[in-house]
């Protein structure tokens, strides 16, 4: 069956300029999640989705980053007055069912702000 | 506070030699699940095994074993004969309430 998709796959954009970033997780999976990857490093938690609600946002770094999910499927990552230091691989998993299922990750859309 | 530590930041070795990566958690909780992950150079994450708090057994997987030991925090991975195939970053990962990923080891397998 098909896997996590994200789009796009790469984005670049100018400092200060609002990006979205999308999810498309595996059919029936209830829990979504986003991190962010910088170079060398290990998944930072972003954002932690239990159908439609956000059961855990505490890895938003800032107000300027927001994400939504109204369906209980698609999610949207929005990063508003985007800053170089946002620049890095934004990954997207989904899990059957909370935390303590695997998680399959999408591809990734890698972001670069200039 | 939840930790996952690799210590091992990357780690050479030559084809058809055994390879172990450690990973060492740190949680107060009682019922975790500790999960190892592969990236390989294409960038997506590729879930390798779910162990949950309550099961010590070892496990073997074709060349691939993991060594649990709630004693000293530990849940280790061994690739056994190793291939250039193997070569990527492994990711240790815990969960509780939230899922907590190392900084991962880099394995390079050489021919």
């Known amino acids: 069956g098909a896997g996590v998709s994200q789009t796009p796959s790469n984005k670049v954009t100018e400092k200060g300029k609002y990006v979205e970033l999308r999810c498309d997780p595996i059919?029936?999976?209830?829990?979504l999640y986003w991190y962010r990857q910088s170079l060398g490093q290990g998944p930072e938690f972003l954002i932690y989705?239990?159908?439609?609600?956000?059961?855990?946002d505490s890895g938003l770094p800032n107000d300027r980053f927001f994400a939504v999910r109204p369906e209980g499927s698609v999610s949207t990552l929005k990063i508003q007055r985007t800053e170089r230091g946002d620049s890095a691989v934004y990954l997207c998993?989904?899990?059957?069912?909370?935390?303590?299922?695997?998680?399959?990750f999408g591809p990734g859309t890698r972001l670069t702000v200039t | 506070a939840q930790k996952v530590t690799q210590a091992q930041t990357e780690i050479s070795v030559v084809e058809k030699e055994d390879v172990t990566l450690d990973c060492v958690y740190e949680?107060?909780?009682?019922?975790?699940?500790l999960f190892w992950y592969k990236q390989p150079p294409s960038g997506e994450l590729v879930f390798l095994i779910r162990?949950?708090?309550?099961?010590?057994q070892n496990e073997i997987s074709g060349r691939y074993s993991w060594n649990f030991q709630k004693s000293t925090s530990s849940f280790n991975f061994t690739i056994t004969a190793s291939q250039v195939v193997d070569s990527a970053v492994y990711f240790c990962?815990?969960?509780?309430?939230?899922?907590?990923f190392g900084t991962g080891t880099r394995l390079k397998v050489l021919a």
């Open positions: 162990r949950n708090s309550f099961d010590e």
């Open positions: 059919s029936g999976h209830t829990a």
């Open positions: 990962a815990l969960s509780t309430y939230k899922y907590i």
């Open positions: 989705f239990q159908g439609t609600g956000a059961a855990d």
């Open positions: 949680t107060r909780d009682t019922t975790y699940y």
């Open positions: 998993a989904s899990s059957l069912d909370g935390t303590s299922y695997e998680q399959y």
